[in-house]
Each structure stands twice: as C-alpha cells, then as structure tokens.
C-alpha cells in the first residue's frame, strides 16, 4: 500500500527555534511537496522537488527551506520558527509522469509558542 | 480573486441526504480536476478525478464539470455518517500542479 509518513503528529516549539520536519516516501516517487494548511486558506504550496537535490519555491516560500538528499526523503526547515508559522504541514509525493495523483501524508501539527 | 472557491461551510445534512459539493475556478488554463476528502486529524486522500467535461461516476459518487461556467461539483447519494469529512477541490494548471481550494466541511447526522 501506498504510504507517505511524516516524522511527528504533533510538534510545538519557541519562537526563533530551528525546526525540521520529516517526510518519507515508500512508492519510488520523483516528485515531493511540502504544503501547509490553515482555516479558511486551503493549502498553499510551500517548495517541491522533482528530483534528488532539486528544489523549487511553492507560492510561500518564505521563512521555510527543503533538503532533498535522498529520492525517499524530504525535509521541510524553519530556520527561525516564528508563530505565524503555527499552521497543519502536509507532506506529498507523486510519481514524475502527467496528470499523476497526489499522495498525502497524515499532517504534521505545528505550533510555534 | 482566489484562483478555486469553496464554501467552507460546515454543511449538515441527514443520513440518507443527496450531498452537492460545489467550486468554482477563475482559470480556463487547466488540464484536469480532482476531489480529495480529509477527514479530521488526516492528510487529504484522492476520492476522484476527471479529465473533461460531463459526469464521472464511483459508486455513490458522481464528479461534474461545467467548463463553460468554470463549476465543479460532487454528488454524494446516500450520505453516510462515514462521509462526513472536509471535501477539497483541485484543479492542475499549466505547469502541472495542483491548486487546491479551501474545502467543504460535511456532517452527516446519523
């Protein structure tokens, strides 16, 4: 079965703290994505990745950075948390082909105090 | 102009009801639609999605695109307590990706 994992559940850290956060991927994928989700905002795009070390800005990448060293796993960074980073962070992949369906992880909850 | 509207609302509905889910999108640049359903504390999971106009139909689901009005919906017949969950609509652009909009939060009251 197709599985998207994310590190943590739930996640709360101090303002000016640098966080990571985890994705892993068991289906070979090419492509990762990193979105966040909050009430009223739907999900905005933060950065992706069409490939090993390859990284592209979403529609928000401020304040965030990516790392992608190897193809199963793709790390979302706050250099420096801040609290309107407090938001539901949504990891994805899909496989490199057109029109290909987008796999969720379970969301991680992030709340920067 | 968000580029995919959604009435957030929460919508209540009796088990049983037929459920109309709707969105509207501002782009005619797409190349397909999707429905992804979220239930609480969950990532969003692929429920359907359509290439063209017209109706596609998976059970008790029914996709509908109206290119010519820019109108997505998603029919539900015989609602389930199960069914209730936040529906997100997406539409693909150009460039490939997902625009997502704010989603639909359901209850189906038993």
């Known amino acids: 079965d197709v599985k998207v994992t994310q590190s943590s559940r739930y996640l709360v850290k101090r303002t000016g703290e640098k966080v990571f956060l985890e994705c892993v991927q068991d289906m070979d994928h090419e492509n990762m994505f990193w979105y966040r989700q909050d009430p009223g905002l739907g999900l905005r795009l933060i950065y992706f990745?069409?490939?090993?070390?390859?990284?592209e800005k979403g529609d928000i990448p401020e304040g965030y950075s990516v790392s992608r060293e190897k193809k199963e796993r793709f790390s979302l960074i706050l250099e420096s948390a801040s609290t309107n980073q407090t938001s539901m962070y949504l990891c994805?992949?899909?496989?490199?082909?057109?029109?290909?369906?987008?796999?969720f992880g379970s969301g991680t909850q992030l709340s920067v105090l | 102009q968000k580029e995919v509207e959604q009435d957030p609302g929460p919508l209540s509905v009796p088990e049983g009801a037929i459920v109309s889910l709707n969105c509207t999108y501002s782009?005619?640049?797409?190349?397909?639609f999707m429905w992804y359903r979220q239930y609480s504390r969950k990532g969003p999971e692929l429920l359907m999605y359509t290439y063209s106009s017209g109706n596609k139909e998976d059970g008790r689901f029914t996709a509908q695109v109206d290119k010519s009005s820019k109108y997505i919906s998603l029919f539900i017949r015989d609602s389930q307590p199960s069914d209730s969950a936040t529906y997100l609509c997406a539409r693909s652009n150009a460039g490939n990706m997902l625009t997502f909009g704010g989603g639909t939060r359901l209850m189906v009251k038993p």
């Open positions: 782009n005619s640049a797409f190349q397909y």
């Open positions: 990745s069409y490939d090993v070390k390859m990284k």
């Open positions: 994805a992949s899909r496989s490199g082909g057109t029109n290909e369906k987008l796999f």
